[in-house]
């Protein structure tokens, strides 16, 4: 099951440094979802939830969004998408980095191996 998860730096930081990081809640496509709406625009609608969650209220902030895959077993699944994990995530269940730049709707993607060289401000 992909999710997509509200992060911070710190965040960030912690994964990298400890391979673990321990987030609450995030979201995914609905089991029961809108029919109008394809796979994908309902994914990409769960990752901007996951942002607009981490960026908070602070509109000039950057947003992060990990992008994991999880067995449905390790997650609990409420209402509209909304995902509560029931155990740590390791690196090697994170697909991908989404950083959302103020001023720019759309996210960047960073490969999970990339995430150490964005901290260090040597990629984007």
């Known amino acids: 099951m992909r999710i997509y998860l509200p992060a911070t730096r710190s965040h960030l930081e912690t994964l990298v440094s400890t391979g673990l990081i ?6 995914a496509v609905p089991d029961k979802f809108d029919i109008e709406l394809s796979e994908e625009e309902l994914e990409y609608e769960a990752s901007e939830r996951a942002r607009d969650l981490s960026r908070g209220s602070a509109e000039n902030s950057h947003g992060y969004v990990l992008a994991v895959e999880l067995p ?38 960073f490969a999970t191996q990339e995430i150490d060289l964005y901290l260090k401000g040597q990629v984007g």
């Open 22 to 27: 321990a987030i609450a809640a995030g979201f």
């Open 72 to 109: 449905r077993k390790d997650t609990e699944q409420g209402a509209n998408g909304e995902i509560t994990l029931n155990r740590a995530i390791a690196i090697d269940e994170v697909d991908s980095l989404l950083l959302s730049v103020p001023g720019d709707d759309e996210l960047q993607w």
